[in-house]
């Protein structure tokens, strides 16, 4: 157990639609990331958050965002969902904002868009 | 072009073989960061080893040993005397300085099967 939360576990939804994913962080970590893993596409980092604050885009499209609260869990937001959107999506927490912390990966959401 | 490249793409080896697993990657910055993870069949991702770019020293971990080399840019994994607990997709992953933050780019991963 990597000390990382992620709810729900498995999402299913319509395309159109919009979802919200939760991550709890280990405690004491301070950054989270979140990624996409699909099949045809891998494992692509989207977004760093370090303390509330937004440190690192990767291959976030304009329908996702994310957001870091005050608690310093995190949500990633997915709207207007579409075929190609189904993956399994994780989070991860890190001490630092830094690359030269390891990270720690959360048990991932499935999302199934339909 | 791909920052981390695993030409592997599945590897079957039988019990007790030994097994090494490839990775190249690329990268412009003098100070980045090496990772190989471990992804078994339940699906979390579990943190192996990080190596920073100016410690080129090998690593031995129980049986798992990592070679790194600058020269050839290249950060392999090895097993020895496999088993088969040791069957799952693993990814090595570079990390790179990105604005405030860093990037994470992951391999496309190599599925290890271990037969008994």
């Known amino acids: 157990d990597s000390g990382v939360t992620q709810t729900p576990k498995h999402l299913i939804t319509a395309t159109g639609q919009r979802v919200t994913l939760r991550c709890s962080p280990r405690?004491?970590?301070?950054?989270v990331y979140w990624y996409q893993q699909s099949l045809d596409q891998g494992l692509q980092f989207l977004i760093q958050?370090?303390?509330?604050?937004?440190?690192a885009k990767g291959n976030i499209l304009e329908r996702f965002s994310a957001q870091q609260f005050p608690d310093l869990h995190s949500e990633l937001n997915l709207s207007s969902l579409e075929l190609g959107d189904s993956a399994l999506y994780f989070c991860?927490?890190?001490?630092?904002?830094?690359?030269?912390?390891?990270?720690?990966f959360g048990p991932g959401t499935r999302l199934t868009v339909t | 072009a791909q920052k981390v490249t695993q030409a592997q793409t599945e590897i079957s080896v039988v019990e007790k073989e030994d097994v090494t697993l490839d990775c190249v990657y690329e990268?412009?910055?003098?100070?980045?960061?090496l990772f190989w993870y471990k992804q078994p069949p339940s699906g979390e991702l579990v943190f192996l080893i990080r190596?920073?770019?100016?410690?080129?020293q090998n690593e031995i971990s129980g049986r798992y040993s990592w070679n790194f080399q600058k020269s050839t840019s290249s950060f392999n994994f090895t097993i020895t005397a496999s088993q088969v607990v040791d069957s799952a997709v693993y990814f090595c992953?570079?990390?790179?300085?990105?604005?405030?933050?860093?990037?994470?780019?992951f391999g496309t991963g190599t599925s290890l099967t271990v037969i008994p």
């Open positions: 991860a927490s890190s001490v630092g904002d830094r690359g030269r912390n390891e990270q720690y």
């Open positions: 405690s004491g970590d301070l950054s």
């Open positions: 958050y370090y303390n509330g604050e937004e440190r």
């Open positions: 990268t412009r910055d003098t100070t980045y960061y």
């Open positions: 190596r920073n770019s100016f410690d080129e």
């Open positions: 992953a570079l990390s790179e300085a990105l604005g405030t933050g860093n990037q994470f780019y």
